[in-house]
């Protein structure tokens, strides 16, 4: 990455999140995918349809981080905060650069509920991508009326019909913040294939729907984009994803995320 970093280069158009291809090298994937098959068992976190490591401090259920080095391996070599950081995304965030660091591994067939990260964190989020490719979702809840909201309590009805699907390349890089860090959801769908709509969808499988993804033309791995153009389907195979985010440290105050704008506003 060169020192000036133009983040406007790699927006998707008319939304709030940022992909940037080949952010680290193969070289570096392979590095960190060693470092991070190499963590000792009692690191990982199993949930019921991934493990995960939690890098930077644990929060408590209050909210307070209890702050940890993060490992050398993100923050030294490869310098993935410090290239992060250089990005600008971070510009507006309390420590102006990612602090605390979710490392999540899905098996083919494995994928993430749509959720939101939620008020703890600046609202920007960063992820790498290693050793897969995937299909990243946004989502948002449906209308709902105020009376109806109020009868119902917490609980919103999700529309399951994305706004808007990226394809994330192994060594990506995606940027999500502003409205689709605030208002949104994100999910992965628990799926071991994918097939992507080309520009020729006519000649397409029947077998599965083609998903149309709004980064087709910043794509860079010759492998995926030539299978996508022969309307080949995408075997997804292990994905290790490193979830980089600012935590303000102590519990967070409710009004802080509607007092940050997002770094891009206005640019
Ligand atoms: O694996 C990903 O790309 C998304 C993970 C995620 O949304 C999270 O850890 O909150
Ligand atoms: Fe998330």
Redesign the pocket.
């Known amino acids: 990455m060169g020192a000036v970093f133009d983040l406007s280069n790699y927006r998707i158009s008319g939304h709030d999140t940022f992909y940037i291809p080949n952010f680290i090298t193969c070289e570096e994937e392979l590095y960190l995918i060693r470092k991070v098959n190499e963590t000792p068992q009692h690191k990982w976190k199993k949930l019921a349809n991934r493990r995960?490591q939690i890098w930077g401090g644990e929060i408590t259920p209050k909210g307070v981080l209890l702050a940890e080095p993060l490992p050398a391996f993100i923050d030294n070599y490869p310098d993935i905060i410090s290239r992060i950081k250089a990005t600008g995304a971070f510009a507006d965030s309390p420590h102006g650069m990612p602090n605390h660091v979710?490392l999540?591994e899905?098996l083919p067939g494995q994928g993430?509920m749509p959720?939101e990260?939620g008020p703890r964190y600046h609202p920007v989020?960063a992820?790498v991508?290693l050793g897969s490719h995937?299909v990243?979702n946004y989502y948002q809840y449906e209308q709902e009326d105020a009376i109806t909201t109020v009868s119902r309590g917490e609980g919103r009805t999700i529309n399951m019909n994305p706004t808007l699907s990226l394809l994330?390349e192994p060594r990506s890089l995606?940027i999500s913040c502003g409205d689709k860090y605030t208002s949104h959801l994100?999910?992965?769908q628990a799926v071991q294939e994918d097939l992507i709509s080309s520009e020729n969808p006519e000649e397409m499988l029947p077998k599965i729907i083609p998903v149309r993804i709004a980064n087709l033309e910043l794509l860079q791995d010759e492998g995926i984009k030539s299978s996508i153009e022969r309307g080949e389907i995408l075997r997804r195979s292990v994905?290790y994803?490193l979830?980089c985010r600012d935590h303000f440290g102590k519990a967070a105050d409710s009004r802080t995320v509607n007092r940050c704008s997002c770094f891009w506003s206005g640019k």
């Open positions: 995960l979710i999540n899905y993430i959720h990260d989020v992820t991508s995937s990243f994330l995606v994100h999910g992965i994905r994803s979830t």
